[in-house]
């Protein structure tokens, strides 16, 4: 590929991740406005641990949260992230995701104490931090390191924090399994490159 048509390439990637993610965030946001309005009815799509009935939230879980604070603390980390992933192939970035929020939604049903509600996109962005962590070093991208590097610098001790089981009114088991399965989706979904060709 060209010079120029490999700048249009990224160009293009980037824009439809930004406009991906710009739209996942709306859609939060969004979520939150009709939570609110409704008196917090959206809250009962959170995951409550061992309930079968509770298994039908394992994916909504991921898009709801319980108030304003809530959804902002998320927003920035999961743009940026989500924008930093997206950039590798939408397709694959979706795949990722849905790896992830099944993956932690599943988890938390199975381990999260008694009588609690879970709900969030926290794990997601556990998940996204842990694929972006690694997946340049699985993949040998100089660009994934690279990014990976930035991630970690800018939100690792915002991470360790949040796998703290001191904290209260926080799903450290939410946290660490979607840390887990974006770990395993770099690995799942790496990209294979030819013997002998380094990859940006």
């Known amino acids: 590929m060209s010079g120029a048509g490999l700048e249009q390439s990224r160009g293009d990637r980037a ?22 309005v409704s ?3 959206l809250d009962d799509f959170g995951i409550v641990p061992r309930e079968p009935s509770e298994l039908i ?3 909504p879980a991921a898009f709801i949260h319980f108030g304003w604070a809530h959804v902002a603390a998320n927003t920035v980390p999961l743009l940026v992230m989500g924008f930093l992933a997206a950039l ?4 694959r970035f979706l795949a990722v995701c849905a790896l992830v929020i099944v993956a932690d939604g599943l988890g ?4 999260a104490p008694d009588r609690t509600n879970t709900a969030g ?4 962005i556990f998940g996204l931090f842990g694929f972006l962590l690694v997946s340049g070093f699985v993949e040998r991208r100089l660009l994934g390191v690279m990014a990976g590097l930035l991630v970690g610098a800018v939100w690792g001790s915002s991470i360790l924090t949040g796998l703290a089981p001191t904290q209260t009114g926080v799903s450290w088991q ?3 399994l ?3 399965a974006g770990v395993a989706a770099a690995f799942v979904f790496r990209r294979r490159v030819a013997s002998g060709v380094a990859q940006l």
């Open 57 to 59: 939230d394992v994916v």
């Open 178 to 180: 979607g840390l887990v």
């Open 88 to 91: 590798g192939g939408i397709r």
């Open 39 to 41: 008196g917090h009815a």
């Open 15 to 36: 824009r439809a991740a930004a406009k991906l993610m710009l739209g996942w965030v709306a859609l939060l946001w969004l979520l939150e406005v009709v939570d609110a």
């Open 121 to 124: 996109a926290s794990g997601l």
């Open 108 to 111: 938390v049903w199975l381990i």
């Open 174 to 176: 939410g946290h660490l």
